[in-house]
């Protein structure tokens, strides 16, 4: 079973930034693709960014796209979410995920196996 963590959330005013991280622990492995999605309240989880196993393919979702950057490093079982520009909009709990093998579409939850317990983020305007 492998354990994900997030961390990196706070509240930051509008065109701030900010940087999450998600620590991967227990069975791990390295050679698999990872996802932010959030979730605001009284919405449905959305997808945010998603990276390949070996971190040459990204992903994002339009409404991120230019102010986000998912990335990661193998060696520290550790993905990263760099937020700039950030708009109230954006605020929300972010959960990164560990996909597993699957023919569903990268965007879509019920691809991903195992589910930190979320960072919120706060964009005051």
């Known amino acids: 079973q492998v354990q994900l963590v997030e961390s990196g959330g706070g509240l930051v005013q509008a065109g701030g930034s900010l940087r999450l991280s998600c620590a991967a622990s227990?069975?791990?492995?390295?050679?698999?693709?990872m996802a932010w999605f959030r979730q605001a309240p009284g919405k449905e989880r959305e997808f945010v960014a998603y990276?390949?196993?070996?971190?040459?393919?990204?992903i994002y979702a339009d409404s991120v796209k230019g102010r986000f950057t998912i990335s990661r490093d193998n060696a520290q079982n550790t993905v990263f979410l760099q937020m700039n520009s950030l708009k109230p909009e954006d605020t929300a709990v972010y959960h990164c995920?560990?996909?597993?093998?699957?023919?569903?579409?990268?965007?879509?939850?019920?691809?991903?196996?195992?589910w930190g317990q979320g960072t919120q983020v706060t964009v005051s305007s």
């Open positions: 227990g069975r791990t492995n390295s050679s698999i693709a």
């Open positions: 995920a560990r996909r597993e093998p699957s023919s569903r579409n990268y965007a879509d939850p019920r691809a991903y196996v195992d």
């Open positions: 990276i390949s196993r070996g971190g040459l393919t990204t």
